[in-house]
């Protein structure tokens, strides 16, 4: 059953559902080597090559879940990307070096760390406007 509710899932709903997983488990991953101690830290804790914190974490945790609930409906799915979307950029402006020595701001963030976030911001762009498509077309079909 589950795989038949995965083939009937849109192409942006497919998408946000990956990214969600993928940021779920990064933050699972992130706390598994920063612990949760020193929240805003600027510790040399590194999950593939990206400088984490337990604030990172907690980000990265919480939208992927946001995302694993909200991936069912391309209504829903456009709301998760347009909500990610300003999210994601602003976590990159906070966390972008910005002249200062990368992993001193209170997301601990590398450059890597950076694109990462500012692909994230994009990615939930894309997924939301593909997901205005998805309806536009289904409404046409139906009519």
Excluded: K
């Excluded at 998408?15 to 488990?25: C, G, K």
């Excluded at 991953?29 to 830290?41: K, R």
């Excluded at 950029?89 to 200062?100: C, D, K, R, T």
């Amino acid at each position: 059953m589950a795989n038949s509710r995965l083939t009937e899932l849109a192409w942006p709903q497919r998408a946000a559902l990956a990214l969600s997983v993928l940021l779920a488990l990064f933050g699972l991953a992130g706390f598994a080597v920063t612990g949760f101690d020193d929240f805003v830290g600027a510790g040399p804790d590194y999950v593939l090559g990206l400088r984490v914190n337990p604030l990172q974490n907690t980000i990265y945790l919480a939208t992927g879940l946001i995302g694993l609930t909200m991936c069912w409906r391309p209504r829903s799915t456009r709301v998760f990307g347009a909500l990610m979307a300003p999210v994601y950029l602003v976590v990159f402006a906070i966390g972008a070096p910005s002249g200062e020595v990368a992993g001193t701001g209170p997301l601990n963030a590398n450059s890597a760390a950076g694109f990462v976030h500012l692909l994230i911001g994009f990615a939930a762009v894309v997924i939301a406007q593909a997901c205005v498509r998805v309806e536009q077309a289904n409404r046409h079909h139906h009519a």
